[in-house]
Nanobody, 121 residues
Framework: VQLQASGGGLVQAGGSVSLSCAAS????????MAWFRQAPGKEREFVAR????????VYADSVKGRFTISRDNAKNTVYLQMNSLKPEDTAVYYC???????????????WGQGTQVTVSS
């Protein structure tokens, strides 16, 4: 299984960024997809997850109402639309794939390489 994340960059506070993560290697629609992030000097934290069908999503409180996770199973791709960005959203964002819906990183078996999002104030 390979996960390829893309779409990060530098954005001003209040702006928007859209991340994508393309998966290959097994039946994408069977698995939960999630986004995590890790800021410098901090532990990795859960951001959002979506079930295989796309019917259920869960968000961290810190991003609720600002970020939207979605997936296109026909394209084997999961997305993270990030709006109203804040400097504290600055981090490397990782997509992950796993068999169960969980906010714990160790529940996910495969990880993308990460994409940097930097929000300037």
């Amino acid at each position: 299984v390979q996960l390829q994340a893309s779409g990060g960059g530098l954005v001003q506070a209040g702006g928007s960024v859209s991340l994508s993560c393309a998966a290959s290697g097994r039946t994408f629609s069977l698995y939960v997809m999630a986004w995590f992030r890790q800021a410098p000097g901090k532990e990795r934290e859960f951001v959002a997850r979506i079930t295989g069908s796309g019917g259920s999503t869960v968000y961290a409180d810190s991003v609720k109402g600002r970020f939207t996770i979605s997936r296109d199973n026909a394209k084997n791709t999961v997305y993270l639309q990030m709006n109203s960005l804040k400097p504290e959203d600055t981090a490397v964002y990782y997509c992950a794939e796993g068999p169960t819906s969980s906010g714990r990183g160790n529940s996910y078996l495969y990880w993308g390489q990460g994409t940097q999002v930097t929000v300037s104030s």
